[in-house]
Nanobody
């Protein structure tokens, strides 16, 4: 059974930092490109950051560029999101996501974590 477990969420004052972690189990972590998404109340879920399976390429949403950093440790099967200079607009539930992918003859599903709440006060 595949599980993605996020941790590290909580409360922070504006301008401070938090680091989220995601530790999947039940899948071969270094086969999957990984993402962080977030969803604020009343808004759609949006992509925050993405990293390739090897960790050699990353992409970021414009609203976090220069503030957030996505990394992964394939030896420890862990995904991270370092969030610096937080603002109240970063308040959301943050989700760890494993991308679906296909190899010749077989496709592997995407997976979501249950999410972790991040609340930033001004």
């Amino acid at each position: 059974q595949v599980q993605l477990v996020e941790s590290g969420g909580g409360w922070a004052q504006a301008g401070r930092s938090l680091r989220l972690s995601c530790k999947p189990s039940g899948l071969t972590f270094d086969d999957y490109a990984m993402n962080w998404y977030r969803q604020a109340p009343g808004k759609e879920r949006e992509l925050v950051a993405a990293i390739t399976a090897a960790g050699d390429s990353t992409t970021y949403a414009d609203f976090v560029k220069g503030r957030f950093t996505i990394t992964r440790d394939n030896g420890e099967n862990t995904l991270y999101l370092q969030m610096n200079n937080l603002t109240p607009e970063d308040t959301a539930v943050y989700y760890c996501h494993a991308d679906s992918y296909c190899e010749p003859g077989v496709c592997y599903s995407e997976y979501w974590g249950p999410g972790t709440q991040v609340t930033v006060s001004s």
